[in-house]
């Protein structure tokens, strides 16, 4: 039997409230599968299981507030046998036996439809959308053929409701930030420290690069910095990781956090997967999927948990530089401002030159300036090369 | 798409990225993209939306004369007016069949 689990979703996430199931029993899951959609301060989260199995019950409830580490749910798993559970599924219904306020409902399978495409829904079903306020295109039938049905509509409308307000929302994540922050500051030494890096043949060769690409797949400076810190990083393991138990915890992969503000107020900084790994136009899609998510509020739970180093990018807005604070139990941050020129001298020379402001904030119970100065450097080299980025 | 199509096409996406941006509140000549607080991957969303919804793909050398919506909505017509007009079939071109 497998336990489904709640994750921890970052250093200031201690709880977190049931939307809704998107499985039910009897279900097969499959790794990375979205199962449910839990609120926390931050962001509704699509919680991913990260075992195979079957659906065996769903121990939560929607409405449900339960702290980090309860057991949401059972698998079972692939060799367990199905056949006492489908009898006792016949028998009592797990969901339904739960003694709650709330009955358990089974959720609808949603997920986000493709932009532009428009869902099988009878016009009964179209008609209660639109009293509810429901948009049935980003809903999945349960109906013939995933056809959304009336019932399917009145169920994402309940679900709808359980989720609190902006005001809320924003109200909890001013708290959470004001913790974590607090928190990084009383606990976490840190050491700055910042190198000017000439983006000339970075600004030049994107340029080239963008003139012949479509709108649709331009790359953003942005994308090619992160690039850049990603593979800096791979040589200096101690900026990428955790400090947990009184000690340095080296993360698996390179998973960025990246700081994305949210137009109401506030930001959040989940996870850039295997940026090392990733070609610089699928991570620029990558990049450019999480910003519209983040700011849609529509997160995975591997997202807000993994980050194992932020970056924060002011872009062209911005100011010339940032030194920023660490996203405890992360142990690095590094901050880039805004692309600007300045007269710069090179071999004996003075011109004018586009440059940007790179920072490192560390923690220097796990690195040294000396160390933090080579990463900055490395960083500065890489993007002296960008067609290698 | 008329003028006026054009202008209520490009402040419908706007609010699609920026939903507080109210018509009324946009000052003419201002820049657009301080005034709506427009970060370049807003921007290059809202131009990706206006080129599936128009057909036009503004390059990136284009941009600095996209300043303010007026700037923005006259190179819009411009485009549109060039692409119309090599489109339709030319009177030698039916007599070569």
Redo the contacts between chains.
């Keep these: 039997m497998i336990e489904l689990k709640l994750p921890s979703l970052g250093a200031d996430m201690d709880d977190g409230k049931l939307l809704e199931w998107q499985v039910k029993p009897g279900d097969a899951v499959k790794r990375g599968q979205i199962v449910a959609i839990v609120d926390t301060s931050k962001a509704a989260v699509e919680i991913e299981s990260w075992q195979e199995g079957t659906v065996f019950e769903l121990l939560t409830q929607p409405g449900e507030k339960f702290p980090v580490g309860t057991v949401m749910a059972t698998l079972l798993e692939a060799g367990e046998s199905a056949a006492t559970a489908e009898r006792r599924m016949r028998g009592v219904p797990p969901a339904a036996a739960q003694s709650s306020a709330q009955p358990a409902v089974p959720a609808p399978l949603k997920r986000p439809a493709a932009p532009g495409v428009r869902k099988t829904a009878s016009p009964a079903a179209r008609k209660r959308a639109r009293e509810l306020d429901v948009e049935i295109d980003a809903l999945a039938g349960t109906g013939p053929h995933g056809a959304v049905s009336i019932e399917d509509v009145e169920i994402a409308a309940k679900a709808a409701q359980t989720r609190p307000a902006a005001a809320d929302r924003y109200a909890e994540m001013r708290r959470a930030i004001a913790s974590a922050m607090s928190r990084s500051k009383r606990e976490i030494p840190h050491y700055y420290l910042a190198e000017s890096i000439p983006m000339r043949r970075a600004t030049e060769w994107l ?1 080239q690069q ?2 012949e690409r ?3 797949e ?1 790359i ?3 994308a090619l910095q992160l690039k850049a810190l990603a593979l800096a990083l791979k040589r200096y393991p101690e900026l990428n990781g955790f400090w947990r138990e009184g000690g340095f915890q080296p993360a698996a992969g390179i998973h960025v956090g990246v700081a994305i ?1 949210i ?1 109401q107020g506030g930001l959040l900084a989940p996870a850039l997967h295997d940026a090392d790994k990733q070609p610089l136009g699928e991570l620029m899609r990558a ?2 999927d999480l ?2 998510r983040t700011r849609a509020g529509s997160l995975r739970s591997s997202e807000m948990s993994d980050p194992s180093i932020t970056v924060t990018n002011l ?3 911005g100011v010339e530089s940032v030194f920023g604070v660490i996203y405890p139990p992360q142990v690095a941050l590094v901050g880039f401002g805004r692309i600007v020129e300045r007269p710069w001298a090179e071999d004996g020379a003075l011109r004018a030159a586009p440059l940007v402001s790179a920072s490192l904030a560390a923690d220097h119970r796990v690195s040294d300036g000396h160390r933090g100065a080579l990463f900055l450097a490395a960083l500065r080299e890489l993007l002296q090369h960008p067609e290698k980025l | 798409m008329t003028t006026n199509a054009l202008r209520g096409e490009v402040i419908a996406l706007l609010k699609t990225i920026a939903p507080e941006v109210e018509e009324g509140d946009l000052v003419p000549g201002e820049p657009l993209r301080n005034q709506v607080d427009l970060d370049s991957m807003d921007w290059l969303n809202f131009l990706t939306a206006l080129h599936e919804r128009t057909g036009i793909d503004i390059p990136e050398a284009d941009y600095r004369k996209l300043h303010t919506l007026e700037a923005l909505l006259a190179y819009l017509e411009n485009k549109q007016a060039k692409r119309q007009a090599p489109g339709r079939p030319s009177r030698e071109g039916k007599s070569a069949i």
């Design positions: 340029t963008n003139a479509p709108v649709t331009r953003l400076m942005g503000s137009r990049l450019a910003v519209r872009g062209e807005q």
